[in-house]
């Protein structure tokens, strides 16, 4: 398994703002994935994170809106830009080796996030 | 149609009963399946992948029918422990080890 640790665990931002989301793997991960959960709903897959080249967004979410970064095998960053009160969330980072060695997917705590 | 579907209950169970979960996935070339835990307010945890032999682990036993595309849990003596929503999830291997996250169905014991 794979020990994964966000921060901030959580804030409160007034709207217009930006927030930067930071998740660190203890290990080399082959992907890494951002999801956001509302309240009472499941997970929604924000975008995957690529090593080195820009991240895949799931329709719905832009680049523009949601900046992501990963420039190693252990480390992304979740930009939630410009927000609104919609933005209010949990986001999720999540970690995947893709093979025996991890072959499931495993969270990070998350980041409760309330736009004002 | 929704690439993973679950009963959302909710499930409300005495201690010490048997109850089992169901869910079913549209896309046949599935590969890997597991069943997550999630508590209130907290990540989603990794209960157990599910092998399409099924496997038990203690008092969780998990089924996979490839025919009929769904997978199941089954959780004996139930525990006031047990309480959270249990998620489906489903990766489908050839579209680059994307997960799908079914909407969870709600479990609670009472004592």
């Known amino acids: 398994s794979a020990v994964i640790s966000q921060k901030p665990s959580r804030d409160i931002c007034q709207r217009g703002t930006s927030l930067t989301i930071q998740c660190q793997v203890d290990s080399q991960v082959t992907m890494m994935f951002w999801y956001r959960q509302q309240p009472g709903q499941s997970l929604t897959l924000i975008a995957t994170?690529?090593?080195?080249?820009?991240?895949?967004?799931e329709s719905g979410f832009v680049i523009d809106k949601f900046p992501i970064s990963r420039p190693n095998l252990t480390f992304s960053t979740l930009t939630v830009s410009n927000m609104s009160p919609e933005d209010s969330s949990i986001y999720l980072c999540?970690?995947?080796?893709?093979?025996?060695?991890?072959?499931?997917?495993?969270f990070g705590p998350g980041t409760r996030l309330t736009v004002t | 149609r929704k690439e993973v579907e679950q009963d959302p209950g909710p499930f409300n169970v005495p201690e010490g009963a048997t109850v089992a979960f169901n869910c079913t996935y549209s896309?046949?070339?599935?590969?890997?399946f597991f069943w997550y835990r999630q508590d209130c307010r907290k990540e989603p945890k990794l209960l157990m992948s599910?092998?399409?032999s099924g496997n038990e682990d203690g008092r969780f036993t998990a089924q996979l029918n490839r025919a009929s595309q769904y997978i199941s849990l089954l959780i004996r003596d139930s525990k006031l422990s047990d309480s959270a929503t249990y998620l489906c999830?489903?990766?489908?291997?050839?579209?680059?080890?994307?997960?799908?996250f079914g909407t969870g169905t709600s479990l609670t014991v009472i004592p």
């Open positions: 999540s970690a995947y080796g893709g093979d025996g060695r991890m072959a499931e997917q495993y």
């Open positions: 994170a690529n090593q080195g080249s820009e991240a895949t967004y």
């Open positions: 599910v092998y399409s």
């Open positions: 896309n046949s070339a599935s590969q890997s």
């Open positions: 999830v489903v990766n489908k291997l050839n579209t680059g080890n994307q997960f799908y």
